[in-house]
């Protein structure tokens, strides 16, 4: 099972809107709505920031936002604050019914 | 409040052996399904196995299989990871997380527990 490919690093000036792609194959991401968005600060575990593509847990700002289009699954976060600098992976459910991350994006905030 | 508190990392020899385990309070544990996944130093998070809510059922990633087993205890609230014949590429921080039955994410991981594989 190969790893869901992310870019290695993405930036945005506060207040701009940054958006990470994660791609995978029909097997995986194209396949099922269960691509998950995890944010992770250095030295901390990883946070549940989007599940089910679209969808929030209680307590995650509004700026984060899923969706998914073919193989490509994509995280947006809107009006980007100092304390969203994190490395951020995506993750999908796969035919084999295993899991599979993507190799994480460092999101730096200018 | 939840809290999965991983336990058992260590030095190990290549070649060796190691018992992880995870320990959940604050939720109904047996309703959960539990996962292990693993962060080598400075590297991305590799998902490396998960267990059904009653132990029926277990997957892995190819990396790991036939070399580590995950196992549960309900009765114990506690989850596990026998890792057999361990090598350097298995150094990394092993997290457990839980997934709710019906749900295919990690809505809650554990702090971690450090694994060095050295001679």
């Known amino acids: 099972q190969s790893a869901l490919t992310q870019p290695a690093s993405v930036s945005g000036s506060p207040e701009q809107s940054i958006t990470i792609s994660c791609t995978g194959t029909?097997?995986?991401?194209?396949?099922?709505?269960?691509v998950s968005w995890y944010q992770q600060h250095p030295g901390k575990a990883p946070k549940l920031m989007i599940y089910d593509v679209t969808n929030r847990p209680s307590g995650v700002s509004n700026r984060f936002s899923g969706s998914k289009s073919g193989n490509t699954a994509s995280l947006t976060i809107s009006g980007l604050q100092a304390e969203d600098e994190a490395d951020y992976y995506c993750?999908?459910?796969?035919?084999?019914?295993?899991?599979?991350f993507g190799g994480g994006t460092k999101l730096t905030v200018l | 409040q939840v809290q999965l508190v991983e336990s058992g990392g260590g030095v190990v020899q290549p070649g060796r052996s190691l018992r992880l385990s995870c320990a959940a309070s604050g939720f109904t544990f047996r309703t959960y399904a539990m996962h292990w996944v693993r962060q080598a130093p400075g590297k991305g998070l590799e998902w490396l196995a998960v267990i059904s809510y009653d132990g029926s059922n277990e997957y892995y990633a190819d990396s790991v299989r036939g070399r580590f087993t995950i196992s549960r205890d309900n009765s114990r609230n506690t989850l596990y990871l026998q890792m057999n014949s361990l090598r350097a590429e298995d150094t990394a921080v092993y997290y457990c997380?839980?997934?709710?039955?019906?749900?295919?994410?990690?809505?809650?991981w554990g702090q971690g527990t450090l694994v060095t594989v050295s001679s």
């Open positions: 029909s097997s995986d991401v194209g396949g099922y709505n269960y």
């Open positions: 993750s999908s459910y796969t035919s084999s019914s295993t899991r599979v």
């Open positions: 997380a839980r997934e709710m039955v019906g749900a295919i994410y990690f809505d809650y």
